[in-house]
RNA sequence: GGGCGAAUAGCUCAGUUGGUUAGAGCACCUCGCUUACACCGAGGGGGUCAGGGGUUCGAGUCCCUUUUCGCCCACCA
């Protein structure tokens, strides 16, 4: 084993290896005899990434916290499976690819639509290779032989049976309302896709002319949509405008005639307390339009250029005909002013074209129907969503859930499967001949039909994942057996476009939860907070990441950065940070391999095989620390085991980095070479057993965090595994359920001896490599360190020859001390101690333990403590108490010496 | 206008049924190339847990409130 661990050499050939063993399948993992009969298969469905690019440092994210719980439950012996996919991002996609056409001087329209379409599949193609390489350096274990894209002939197949039930039900209907149009995308958006932000825009204020003469005065954000006005509406009991209601008003510049009327909608203190009235352009005049019968009148083509109805404005651009009314208003005197005015313009999701509320004919979802089940089903706990304070927001979503505008004027994605014949009758149909058929029947001959020539909103099938790619609607085996789903794992900011709208759909198409869990990431940040995007030129490539730290690094960072739902922030220091962790691994592993080359370890393993874990045969003379770090890692393995259970994955993680870098590595490797060296054969061989078992258990418990370099040494391990044993399918470790008290508190006696000689040293400045001798009044625990000498001398460099251990001795003369509960330790630095500064030192610390004696105390003496809390409270802090006094008079002792 | 989150060491963050003297990484200071590791080891400095009030024997943790920042939802022209 090399000296660094080289995360380039071991990560693409494990991943391959893994791959081609077929570990990431459930059947391999049946076959081996890995899963447990009566166990419940997990199964997560990957939420599937946009082919529109390269994967960003969220998605690495997502795959690392998908890919821990999927290996951890898959070493917990359930039936495991991660079904991986992409989605055909309709808008999105064709938004990159028509610039890119832009950018080769021709257009969609040049290609026509199945030239287009064509492209998008080969850039489709293209990033799709490029996406699953890079999962595939993440490390991430799904069953590709599953993998699906949403656009394949089965999930195609998946969304013409949803549309076409869901039509036949009649929660599909087309209309002719409002909706949001992008007019650069040339297409119709959902609610969802309106990104709202705060513009300064300016708030125009002008006379509207009244026929009889006279005028009203009327604010607008929009002076274009003057053109489009149906009525001027004030509040029925505003006394300013009561004797105006039922006179006719002149559009400027057009001079249409249309109504003054009253409706309890207008705010009298907004404004003039006058309100243009455009129903075809605005949401809420639209609801005043309907309740009033106004005429609908639609002003604007789909690029938002205007149309003959705005009479000599026809032709110009929205912006340029605002500018131009406004100007001619101003002319004809009909300008009264306009000022700076705050408000929030809607944004097309995808190219942040400012979007236009207009009347179009398009495809809507019936959602309030869909959205009870969906609400039931996390109100009773049947799905839950973690973090908890989600669930609020889901409910508030779906109680106020309004029809999904489902079409789209797009050529990539699943066309909608509707036919209309020559009358404009509708027949929703999965092939042009079962439309026909549908015909014949209808017309009583065949006609001519045409095919809608829109597309569906993407997340319409992403809406079906969990069981399209099971194979619904079929009936197929995944479905019965890995259906419904296990967790649903994804950011936050995905909750409404896609988890509520597979639990709607899910539960109506199964009748069952798409899954049981909802687990809700944050999003990643750069360091300074702000929001990672390559605009920005902000944005951490995680290819970058893996090629200079390695994919383990990486996926700990994201895993230990932050908490369940809330955002994180990655640095390149933090991931170089586990970087090291990675290779303080290897170096702890080849330190135990090392050690265990020559020694003839006979490990035993479990009679299950199910279970090949390492079984510690009985040992005769474990060593103290030897026993300390079982303990330790008995307590660490249920800990960790507990926080996994209970989505505190980071914690988990970050008790293990502690762990195996602070007690076994900095504690116990430190410990176990005095055993090793210096200790009787029998010991030595105990220490061997116990080295190789706390790794073997580390390397299983760290596994899910760091895939790599965790099998890479455990492919390196002599005669443990046997040989086509990989840790990836190699069992979880159960807790033991055995404590080892007395250990743990001998070896923590140990610790603090060894932390106080060796700051002694520091502070007096003794040569590092000089061993010093000591004095030891040990009281009761004489004998326990007087058998730990050999450790003591070793961790603290002390010389064990000339150290004296007695019950109770007298201070060597110009010594410094070192004390803990009974115990004093002097160091006889003849030459460097200065008695006044050493019993300064000691009263310093005198005085601190006297503090912490008081708080003790006043809690002791306090009834309310005594009576109220809890008893191992009150019995920690007797004991501690104890401890306390017993220094206490040591120091004293000691100070009154000097 | 509602709702949510955050505010803890210079920086980035942990700290989840309230209970030892509040932790880690990075940065900083002092030592040290000791046969696993300098991608390292040893020692050290650094925090009135945003402010105020409350509940409690006990509050970083629970409640109220104020301030600052961020996010989501919402039809005010």
Known sequence: MPKAYDHHEAEEQLYEWWESRGYFKPETQARLGQTRADAEPFVISMPPPNVTGALHVGHAL?????????RYNRMLGKPTLWVPGTDHAGIATQNVVERKLDEQGTSRHALGRAAFVSTVWDWKDEYHTRISAQQKRMGISCDWSRERFTLDDGLSEAVLEAFIRLYNDGLIYRGNYLVNWCPRCGSAISDLEVEYEEVEGKLYTFRYPLAEGGYIEVSTTRPETILGDSAVAVHPDDPRYTALIGKTALVPMLNREIPVIADPYVDPEFGTGALKVTPGHDPNDYEIGKRHHLPMINIMNNDATLNEEAGDYAGFDRFEARRKLWADMQDAGLVVGEKAHAHQVGHCQRCNTVVEPLLREQWWMRTKELAAPAIEAVRTGAIEIIPKRFERTYFHWMENIRDWCISRQLWWGHRIPIWYGPDGHAFAARSESDAQEQAIAHYGESVHLEQDPDVLDTWFSS???????????????????????????????????????????????TGEVPFRKVYLHGLVRVEDGRKMSKSLGNALDPLDLIRDYGADAMR???????????????????????????????????????????????????PDPFDDSYQLPPLAELTLADRWILARLQAVSAEATRLIDNWQIGEAGRQLYEFVWNEFCDWYIEAAKVSLYEGTPAAAQSTRHVLAYVLENSLRLLHPFMPFVTEAIWQNLPQLPSADRALIISRWPQPTGQEDSQAVEDFTRIQEIVHGVRNVRAEYGVEPAKRIPVAIAGAEFSATLTAQLP?????????????????????????????????????????LVDLAAERARLQKELDNLNNMLARSRGLLDNEGFVNKAPANVIERERAKIEELVEKEQQLRVRIQEI
Do not use: C, H
């Open 62 to 70: 997502t795959n690392s916290v998908e890919d821990m719980l999927i």
């Open 463 to 509: 809406g079906l994942w969990p069981y399209s790619t099971l194979g619904w609607p079929e009936a197929t085996e995944d479905l019965e057996t890995f259906y419904p789903t296990t967790v649903l794992e994804t950011g936050y900011d995905i909750l409404f476009f896609w988890v509520a709208r597979m639990v709607m759909l899910g539960m109506r198409f």
């Open 556 to 606: 700990f960072s994201l895993l230990t950065a932050g908490t369940p739902g809330n955002d994180l922030k990655l640095s390149p220091a933090r991931i170089e940070a586990n970087r090291n962790f990675a290779n303080k691994i290897w170096n702890a592993a080849r330190f135990v391999i090392l050690n265990l080359e020559d020694a003839d370890l006979d490990v035993t393993r479990g």
């Open 791 to 831: 450790l003591l001398a070793s961790l603290a460099r002390l010389d064990a020859q000339s150290t004296t251990i007695e019950t109770d001795l007298a201070a060597p003369e110009k010594s410094v001390t070192v004390t803990t509960a009974g115990i004093s330790v002097y160091l006889p630095l003849a030459g």
